[in-house]
């Protein structure tokens, strides 16, 4: 099997250990908050492109990833619906919420790109670093061989990202700008409790 460490070893912070056996406990929380990640995950890849049609590469590259997001989607109620749980209602992703604080408004067009980029770099970076917990950690085997097979999916997805935001803008100012949302993304996951962050993919 594949190990994708090297993809996400640019987030400061790894998750909590603790994270993964809370996580078990409450899978049916779990499967639904990833239900909903999955959804916004595709919302988002539409709205670049609308918001970037002229974006020639962008629009190539992210259309199969919407309907790869909305594909795991599926595949996320499929594993809802063999356990017999019903998709409930979303709840406030604080984690993305406290992350789109940090998105900048105003300067140049491809600047304000570069900053939804590098934000959904993160958060597909995340999921596919806990992705790998639950893979290694979780007892139900088909869930462990369906979190492998998505943790896989993540991290291309995150490659993706960062490498049309160094398409867009200059590779240094890229560079730049991830380490300060690295930071960024550590802090907010510091601010969470780990215990009351079982029942959430983030």
Not at 46 to 63: C, G, M, Q, R, Y
Not at 67 to 75: K, Q, T, V
Not at 109 to 124: G, H, P, T, V, Y
């Amino acid at each position: 099997m594949i190990d994708v460490t090297k993809a996400v070893l640019g987030l400061y912070l790894p998750t909590d250990p603790r994270w993964a056996n809370l996580a078990e406990i409450h899978i049916k929380d779990i499967l639904i908050d990833h239900a909903y990640c999955e959804q916004k995950a595709a919302s988002s890849c539409i709205s670049l492109i609308i918001l970037h049609p002229d974006k020639e590469e962008l629009v190539k590259t992210l259309t199969p990833v919407v309907a790869e997001e909305w594909g795991h989607f599926e595949r996320v109620l499929e594993q809802l619906h063999k356990r017999g749980y019903q998709l409930g209602p979303a709840r406030k992703d604080e984690y993305v919420v406290a992350l789109m604080k940090h998105e900048r408004k105003g300067g140049h067009r491809d600047r304000q790109l570069m900053d939804k980029l590098l934000i959904n770099a993160l958060i597909e970076a995340r999921s596919c670093e806990r992705f790998k917990l639950l893979w290694k950690n979780i007892g139900d085997e088909e869930l462990s061989k369906f979190y492998y097979e998505l943790m896989i999916s993540e991290a291309g997805h995150y490659v993706n990202f960062i490498e049309l935001a160094k398409l867009y803008r200059p590779e240094e100012e890229v560079k730049a700008r991830w380490k300060e949302l690295l930071l960024i993304e550590a802090e907010i996951m510091r601010s969470f409790e780990p215990q009351n962050q079982g029942k959430r993919m983030h």
